[in-house]
T-cell receptor
Framework: DAGITQSPRHKVTETGTPVTLRCHQT?????MYWYRQDPGHGLRLIHY???????DKGEVSDGYSVSRSKTEDFLLTLESATSSQTSVYFC????????????FGDGTRLSIL | DQQVKQNSPSLSVQEGRISILNCDYT??????FLWYKKYPAEGPTFLIS?????DKNEDGRFTVFLNKSAKHLSLHIVPSQPGDSAVYFC????????????FGTGTLLAVQP
């Protein structure tokens, strides 16, 4: 299994509070991604990173920010959580070569009340 | 606008028989396609992929077929086993430098003993 650790695995918080999810990899892969999974939508890309301090928006980036200060860590922040951000969040990594599969962590289940 | 579509939310097959999961796409720029398998409370696991220069790729019990003219791919599992029961996602990439993927909504496969 790819060395990807997501923390926390579960979190319950209240509307309006800030939340940060962490993804840590031990594979030294260049690319890292954050997805959310919701019923009827599959996995949708939130943000991705193509190197340290290099990030870009995905399909559903509103309300989310990311940071990557080290190769191994990619943080996803909800500045002011809303109930619509209740979801399961997955981090993925891939190597820099073209047409490489992404490998996923086990996810963070986030509930916003 | 769903660029990758899995029109069957669920599929049930008998153990030992063939499972066929289908996926359609709309973007003719997609040139790399993947299938992922997902168990509950785990992250998606890469299963098999195919490049657009091929029309078939086989790995053990799993075969992916690509029909570019119809913008259609399928995953065949032969023979199906109860442990194959999971959600299957197809995904596509346009071959860009960041290996970004667009996912379908998933098909829940149930293999009956």
């Amino acid at each position: 299994d790819a060395g990807i650790t997501q923390s926390p695995r579960h979190k319950v918080t209240e509307t309006g509070t800030p939340v940060t999810l962490r993804c840590h990899q031990t594979e030294n892969h260049r690319y890292m991604y954050w997805y959310r999974q919701d019923p009827g939508h599959g996995l949708r890309l939130i943000h991705y990173s193509y190197g340290v301090k290099d990030t870009d928006k995905g399909e559903v980036s509103d309300g989310y920010s990311v940071s990557r200060s080290k190769t191994e860590d990619f943080l996803l922040t909800l500045e002011s959580a809303t109930s619509s951000q209740t979801s399961v969040y997955f981090c993925a990594i891939s190597d820099y070569l073209l047409n490489q599969p992404q490998h996923f962590g086990d996810g963070t289940r986030l509930s916003i009340l | 606008d769903q660029q990758v579509k899995q029109n069957s939310p669920s599929l049930s097959v008998q153990e030992g028989r063939i499972s066929i999961l289908n996926c359609d796409y709309t973007n003719s720029m997609f040139d790399y396609f993947l299938w992922y398998k997902k168990y509950p409370a785990e992250g998606p696991t890469f299963l098999i992929s195919i490049s657009s220069i091929k029309d078939k790729n086989e790995d053990g019990r799993f075969t992916v077929f690509l029909n570019k003219s119809a913008k259609h791919l399928s995953l065949h599992i032969v023979p199906s086993q109860p442990g194959d029961s999971a959600v299957y996602f197809c995904a596509a990439s346009d071959g860009g430098a960041t290996n970004k993927l667009i996912f379908g909504t998933g098909t829940l496969l149930a293999v009956q003993p």
